[in-house]
């Protein structure tokens, strides 16, 4: 059995970008003995110790333009690292780590479909609430029949 | 005419565009860093109960949030009349103030300009990066990360957590730090205080080395504002506000924190949508005023931490004891602070009243607040006024980028003066000195306009109808 790191990110202060902690929130539970969880406002560079010490990264995040539930797919590390204190992407957090600590393990982005970003509310949309638990039980589903 | 738009600045927290203007002869006519997004936090707090405010005002910036969490909970300690905190309370709102700096700028300077200091402004861009870094000088590039993580951590355990920390209320703190926290820190410290001190090393010897090209570049005599502790001693959490003018001579100090607005104005200007603090006495022509690192080193009398203070001496006597004014010596004094927040933090973790169990107090209620506080860019305002029904009725943040708004126009005026003026055909290296000198503030512009927000890179050189003559892009 993989050990697993799923970090959600976003800001729960702009409605739906809250959507990657909301679904770390659920799964952060204790129910899952191989399942690291962490959340955060956004990626940032010393996400690279802690994606070291692990086989599998997901990181689940708000997505404003993909198809609606959810998407999941396996990314490579990126080849040339671009990054600020702001914001660095997963693609460039994971080739980060891999230059970093010599690490590189299974990565993945499961990104949730958002639609209202634009103003300050703790709360999410009732169609990216629906999305997240979709979100929520196929990763429930990955995790027990060990796929990722 | 021609126009060279830079947008956005690369390595550089949040977005801005820099457009320099030529006349026909190629020499320099106007520059300008503008920022091109919109301010609205302000009115969002606007209704919401005054003791929501500290947790609320994180949400401004997910890189410095514990500096709004603090600036607010300090204003906030003023309308429910908390004067005087508990030992246990100011010292855990210290841990975390000092835990951000740490954190803040070792990210600044492992990972975002030493790329410049390590391999130069003109260095191949296919080495000048994170990854030269990386391959260069591995055990820099872990040691970034690694100071940061230890930072990240003291938030964390002072703030509660990463997200939307609550551990600063109005009056106090609502936890403290247990033994076994504490002993978790103290066994790394010791790692932690080694790294900082071959951080400083870098920074002062790249300095030192380099003195004779970087004193002119972007540099310029200005005003620098901070707050000092009543004796004079630089301090990040409280203090007075101190400025003085490029000699050094005081040009306010210790005022009123309370009526920070009867001496700091903002000027609007229509091209941003930043403001431009200015000393009122002085006015807005010449009263604009540096903050951070390089304005807290030259405000203060000393530093009470005993390596941090050694290298002050040090730093001053480069400018023998006045005011340094090049702006490239923000990477010294900024690791110079790091040094010395690690310093404080390996002071507060062997302080006994961090367990200590009396954490809040309160007082007269009022109905107006400042917070000022030191964030890692420098000097952070918050002011509030509440009314009876505890709601908050008005709220004005200057954030530090803000204040160093001029200066940075400045810099990017002098950089495109001695250095791109008469020369047609902009490259590469000239496009990154203007963003060196604009990266030494560490400029955080999502933050200053309460926005976030995407640009592609893209400069461009305009005739004199505004067509595009020539673009050069990094994305």
Redesign the interface.
């Known amino acids: 059995m993989s050990n697993i790191l799923l970090i959600g990110y976003g800001n729960p202060g702009r409605l739906d970008d809250g959507l990657g902690p909301a679904l770390a929130e659920l799964f952060n539970n204790g129910n899952y003995p191989n399942l690291t969880v962490e959340s955060n406002y956004q990626l940032t560079v010393e996400d690279a110790i802690e994606i070291s010490k692990h086989d599998t990264v997901i990181f689940a995040d708000a997505d404003v333009s993909c198809s609606k539930p959810f998407y999941f797919k396996k990314i490579e590390p990126a080849e040339e690292i671009k990054f600020s204190s702001h914001s660095i992407t997963p693609e460039n957090l994971i080739g980060l780590t891999l230059k970093l600590f010599n690490r590189k393990p299974e990565a993945y982005i499961l990104g949730i479909r958002g639609y209202d970003f634009n103003s300050y509310s703790e709360a999410l949309s009732e169609q990216a609430e629906a999305n997240l638990f979709k979100a929520a039980n196929f990763l429930k589903y990955c995790i027990k029949k060990n796929t990722v | 005419m021609k126009k060279i738009v830079i947008e956005p600045v690369?390595?550089?927290?949040?977005h801005g565009k820099v457009t320099i203007q030529l006349d026909d002869n190629n020499k320099v006519t106007q520059s300008r860093l503008h920022i091109v997004e919109f301010r609205g936090?302000e009115r969002?707090i606007l209704g919401r109960p005054y003791w929501e405010v500290p947790v609320?005002v994180?949400?401004l910036c997910?890189?410095c949030?514990v500096s709004h969490h603090l600036a607010a909970a300090k204003a906030m300690d003023v309308i429910v009349g908390a004067d005087k905190l508990t030992p246990t309370a100011e010292k855990m709102r210290r841990l975390m103030h000092y835990g951000q700096m740490l954190?803040?700028h070792a990210?600044?300077f492992f990972?975002?300009c030493s790329p410049d200091l390590l391999f130069g402004f003109d260095a191949d861009p296919a080495i000048r990066?994170?990854?030269g870094v990386?391959?260069k000088h591995?055990d820099l590039?872990?040691q970034?990360?690694?100071l940061?993580?230890y930072g990240?951590e003291l938030i964390k355990a002072t703030a509660g957590k990463?997200?939307?920390g609550t551990g600063a209320i109005p009056g106090g703190i609502n936890k403290n730090l247990s033994i076994e926290e504490r002993d978790n820190f103290l066994k790394d410290i010791e790692q932690i205080l080694e790294w900082s001190r071959g951080a400083l090393k870098i920074a002062k010897d790249y300095t030192i080395d380099n003195l004779d090209k970087i004193a002119s570049f972007g540099s310029f005599d200005s005003n620098h504002l901070g707050i000092v502790r009543k004796d004079g001693a630089m301090d990040f959490y409280d203090g007075g506000v101190r400025a003085i003018d490029k000699d050094g001579n005081k040009i306010f100090d210790h005022l009123d924190n309370q009526k920070y607005h009867h001496y700091i104005a903002e000027e609007v200007k229509s091209w941003s949508y930043m403001k431009f603090p200015f000393i009122r006495e002085i006015g807005h022509e010449n009263g604009w005023y540096r903050v951070g690192p390089l304005a807290r080193v030259n405000v203060c009398d000393y530093i009470d931490t005993p390596e941090a203070e050694a290298a002050r001496k040090e730093f001053m006597a480069v400018t023998d004891n006045k005011p340094n004014n090049i702006t490239m010596a923000y990477h010294w004094a900024r690791m110079i602070e790091m040094l010395h927040s690690v310093e404080v933090i390996k002071s507060l973790l062997n302080d006994d009243d961090l367990q200590g169990n009396d954490l809040v107090v309160s007082g007269e209620r009022r109905n107006e607040g400042v917070g000022i506080i030191e964030a890692p860019r420098g000097t952070l305002f918050h002011h509030y006024q509440v009314n009876d029904n505890d709601q908050i009725t008005m709220a004005n943040l200057i954030v530090s980028t803000t204040s160093n708004n001029e200066p940075m126009n400045q810099a990017v005026k002098k950089v495109a003066e001695e250095r791109i003026s008469g020369k047609p055909e902009i490259t590469e290296p000239l496009m990154n000195e203007v963003e060196v000198a604009i990266r030494a503030y560490d400029p955080?512009l999502?933050c200053a306009t309460h926005a976030?927000g995407k640009m592609p890179l893209k400069f461009e050189l305009l005739d004199n109808d505004g067509h595009i003559i020539q673009t050069e892009s990094r994305n």
């Open positions: 690369t390595r550089v927290e949040g936090f969002f609320l994180q949400r997910g890189i949030p954190q803040s990210l600044h990972h975002l990066n994170v990854i990386i391959e591995p590039a872990v970034g990360v690694m940061r993580k990240q990463k997200i939307h955080c999502s976030l």
